[in-house]
């Protein structure tokens, strides 16, 4: 048994039937009793109190899992029982009457917090949760599209809502068009939508001045009223803020805007219960002047691609253990660690629906498994020929290829090359055989 993948089968029914996961804290000390620590050793790797873990949540934490498991757990027994969870659990996964679509997941979206398919990035995770429970903080995730950066947010609130945090989040993606037609107007919606979701009146109208600007009765909205009513921190995730993007009379005032609230939090206590989380994909060229932005402050998250060992983790949770080192070597020879990419196959291959040998020969083709994921890329490259021409060169390199500086900006965050000083080549072989074929 992997004591990982049994915390995680716990952490699926913890979530199942209370509506949580284990915190931190919960977690060092079973990590720390399966190393045989005393309390006293896990208190101080851990930094707590030894107090508080010997009286507090240790005796807690035996009695929340024999809760969970259905059976007396203690320090002494609970690794037993984990396993004995852990096997019942694989038993009923596997079990010949259950049809597959019963555990698969369409990998398209989010991938929900309980997921059998979601899989950690050490130590990105951690590192996020240990910063949005800062006060003042900021998180800003960036990377390519379909690389989860949106499942990574949702953690981040779930972990914080776990902690005693007021959540809030707003996907500008479901912002109508008319919300970006002026800065007051999208200040205004965001100002209401955050009321609304911390169940509080919205009360624009006695805060927001034309005389000051919406810049200063935005700030002092959350300011005065927001910051004031709701005695927790609150954690604002905004996600898809690339949208912003595209209006840059809104953009030069938004950022700055959150920016000032993020340096404010050095001095003023209120707004040290304001965490920020800006979620965007790289895709977007920012034109923006680097000491304006938001995007040079607080803690930088790039999501990297899966590991060869996280590819095989995730292989074995679609049940795919027919598949060799060398089989799944070929297919990621093909398509690379890109996790959308690598869900894509599994989850085909665990239907049955495709071979991997068919997989893989169609898979750079109009007709393949990732047509839709190859078709975006070519609409993107068709727009701007200057960097499509310098990506059909790229595909068609032998060796790696020297690039404009700005080009290989945009190519590598598109996720369509991969850098070694200023030489690139294509991210996967996927790439290059689809745009070898479609940059004529």
Known sequence: MNFEQALEVVNQSMF??????????????LIGSSQSQTYEQIAFSSGYSISYITRDVGPKVWKLLSQVLGETVSKTNFQTALERHWRSHNRTNESLDAPKEDFLEVPSGIVPINSLFYIKR????????????????????????QMGKTSLMHRILAHAKQTGLRTVLLSLQQADSGIFTSL??????????????LTLEPKLDNYWDADIGSKVSCTLYFQEYLLTEINAPIVLALDEVNRLFEYPEISSDFLPLL??????????????????????????????????????????????EFSPEQVLDLAERHRLNWLTEEQLATLLATIGGHPYLVRVALYHLARNEVSLSQLLQTAPTVAGIYSDHLRHHLA???????????????????????????????????????????????????YRLYFCEQLT
Request: hydrophobic share 40%; proline share 8%.
């Open 259 to 304: 920016r000032s609230w993020y340096e404010d939090a050095a001095e003023l206590e209120k707004w040290q219960k304001l965490r920020l989380v800006i979620v965007h994909a790289t895709e977007a060229y920012i034109p923006l002047a680097i000491n304006q932005s938001p995007f040079n402050v607080g803690l930088p998250i790039k999501l990297p």
């Open 380 to 430: 993107n490259l068709q727009e701007h020929p200057k960097l499509a021409a310098a990506y059909k060169q790229v595909v068609r390199a032998v060796e790696p290829l020297p690039l404009e500086a700005i080009a290989a900006y945009k190519l590598e965050s598109m996720g369509l090359v991969k850098l070694q000083e200023n030489q690139a080549t294509p991210s996967c072989e996927l």
């Open 16 to 29: 199942a039937r209370f509506g949580r996961h284990l915190t931190d804290v919960e977690t060092a000390i």
């Open 122 to 145: 050490p130590p990105i995770e951690e590192r996020a949760y240990g910063q949005v429970s800062k006060p003042g903080s900021l998180i800003r995730i960036k990377a390519p599209r």
């Open 184 to 197: 007051d107007k999208f200040l205004r919606w965001l100002c209401a939508n955050v009321s609304r979701q």
